[in-house]
Antibody
Framework: EVQLVESGGDLVEPGGSLRLSCAGS????????MSWVRQAPGKGLEWVSD????????YYADSVKGRATISRDNSKKTLYLQMSSLRVEDTAIYYC???????????????WGQGTLVTVSS | DIQMAQSPSSLSASVGDRVTIICRTS??????LNWYQHKPGKAPKLLVY???SLQSRVPSRFSGSGYGTDFTLTINSLQPEDFATYFC?????????FGPGTKVDVK
């Protein structure tokens, strides 16, 4: 059974940094692209970032570009999102998500984690 | 970036109703358009991928159609468990934007 378990969400002050993690199990982690998607309170889903299965290809939403870095450790079956210069508007539930393809784009999300809450507030 | 629009933004319906949700993109995304269902406090769920392909184990009352810039998600005979928010997403070109969502609630 595919499982994605996020961790690392926390209350941080504006300007702070945070690293989110997502542990994958039940599938060959390195064979699939992965994504981060977030939902701010009362808002819709916002795609944040994608990484290919080999970790080479990365893509970012304009809203986080330059402040976020997506990476993966395939030996640990873990996806990461390092975020810096956090803003109040980054407050959201962050979902880890899996693609059925190795390379991002022309795909879809077939599995989602339960999410981890990031709150940016002073 | 490709802009996404969904209509309506919300609708009220009864069990047994047929519901149609429209997603429009600002430029062609070919058939790379997906639909998800999201309930509060839960992970989103894939319903339809590639505009028309029903995800495994999704009830056949859900169907998707469209190509290019205009897409439709149809729910035939709405069931109690279908009250939720529905999002479209394009994966034709990064950033892989989601639509703003359509909330389906009880009439």
């Amino acid at each position: 059974e595919v499982q994605l378990v996020e961790s690392g969400g926390d209350l941080v002050e504006p300007g702070g940094s945070l690293r989110l993690s997502c542990a994958g199990s039940g599938f060959t982690f390195s064979s699939f692209a992965m994504s981060w998607v977030r939902q701010a309170p009362g808002k819709g889903l916002e795609w944040v970032s994608d990484v290919s299965g080999d970790g080479v290809g990365t893509y970012y939403a304009d809203s986080v570009k330059g402040r976020a870095t997506i990476s993966r450790d395939n030996s640990k079956k873990t996806l990461y999102l390092q975020m810096s210069s956090l803003r109040v508007e980054d407050t959201a539930i962050y979902y880890c998500a899996k693609s059925p393809l190795k390379y991002t784009g022309y795909d879809y999300i077939d599995y989602w984690g339960q999410g981890t809450l990031v709150t940016v507030s002073s | 970036d490709i802009q996404m629009a969904q209509s309506p933004s919300s609708l009220s319906a009864s069990v047994g109703d047929r519901v149609t949700i429209i997603c429009r993109t600002s430029q062609s995304v070919s058939s790379y358009l997906n639909w998800y269902q999201h309930k509060p406090g839960k992970a989103p769920k894939l319903l339809v991928y590639g505009a028309t392909s029903l995800q495994s184990r999704v009830p056949s009352r859900f169907s998707g159609s469209g190509y290019g810039t205009d897409f439709t998600l149809t729910i035939n005979s709405l069931q109690p468990e279908d009250f939720a928010t529905y999002f479209c997403q394009q994966t034709y070109v990064a950033p892989f934007t989601f639509g703003p969502g359509t909330k389906v609630d009880v009439k």
